[in-house]
């Protein structure tokens, strides 16, 4: 019952954090870009500033599905921002290109992330199999391995996902700082389009904080549970 409180909490609160970024979104698309470029035209130039030549810069479905690939070395724009001539697509064109930067760059912070990401994704198979053994069975594992032993799986497992997202924060705050620090001094921005792409930044920018903080919530609770379990 904890762990769902936690997530119906944490689901509210990303809900209010997503609606909200998507109003100043849909705000700061009205007013339309001094310079009048469009949003991949501003990752693209972003890119060639940095020395970046061997990164593509595409248009993907969805809205707010901008993305950088490191994989393949794309910058994914939604319809919206690749299209868009306002403060907004260029915040986000410009954040994704800082991405590209961290990635030609070695920033260490996305590197580490980088090397979580099939860790991230062994742990969730692992959770997976935990909570199923769980729900069905309650236990049918008693014979391999005790209540106690299956929390400190769940334990370990949360602690890879708080992991990952409080490392997930300064790779997205680098990047934004890059990106509005880009726009400035390039003159991609007046100073008043600057503030509206910088608050669009901070909303983004709010909804890892906030999964950040649920992650932490939830490994708290699993914690709490444990050591309960040894009074």
């Known amino acids: 019952m904890g762990l769902l409180i936690i997530g119906v909490v944490f689901m509210l609160v990303g809900m209010m954090v997503s609606g909200r970024l998507k109003s100043k979104f849909r705000e700061y698309s009205q007013i339309r870009l001094n310079q009048n470029l469009t949003g991949a035209e501003i990752a693209r130039l972003m890119l060639a500033d940095n020395g970046i030549h061997d990164v593509q810069v595409i248009?993907?479905?969805g809205q707010l599905t901008d993305h950088y690939n490191p994989v393949n070395k794309t910058?994914?724009?939604s319809h919206d921002v690749y299209n868009g001539r306002n403060a907004a697509a260029a915040a986000v064109a410009a954040h994704e290109c800082g991405h590209a930067v961290q990635h030609a760059t070695a920033y260490s912070m996305l590197e580490l992330r980088s090397a979580m990401v099939p860790?991230?994704?062994i742990t969730s198979r692992i959770m997976n199999?935990?909570?199923?053994?769980?729900?069905f069975g309650a236990f049918a594992v008693k014979g391999l391995f005790s209540f106690d032993t299956a929390l400190l799986v769940i334990i370990g497992c949360y602690t890879v996902f708080a992991l990952f997202a409080l490392i997930t924060l300064p790779v997205e705050f680098d990047a934004s700082r890059?990106?509005?620090?880009?726009?400035e001094a390039?003159?991609?921005v007046t100073s008043r389009e600057h503030e509206m792409a910088k608050d669009a930044l901070k909303w983004a920018a709010m909804t890892y904080v906030?999964?950040?903080?649920?992650?932490?919530?939830?490994?708290?609770?699993?914690?709490?549970?444990?050591?309960?379990r040894r009074e």
Do not use: D
């Not at 199999?129 to 729900?135: S, T």
């Not at 890059?178 to 726009?183: G, K, S, V």
């Not at 906030?210 to 309960?228: N, Q």
């Open 59 to 61: 248009s993907v479905e």
């Open 75 to 77: 910058v994914n724009l």
């Open 119 to 121: 860790v991230q994704n």
């Open 129 to 135: 199999i935990i909570f199923f053994a769980m729900m």
């Open 178 to 183: 890059r990106a509005l620090a880009w726009i």
């Open 186 to 188: 390039r003159g991609i």
């Open 210 to 228: 906030v999964a950040a903080i649920a992650a932490l919530a939830s490994l708290m609770y699993w914690v709490m549970i444990f050591l309960g």
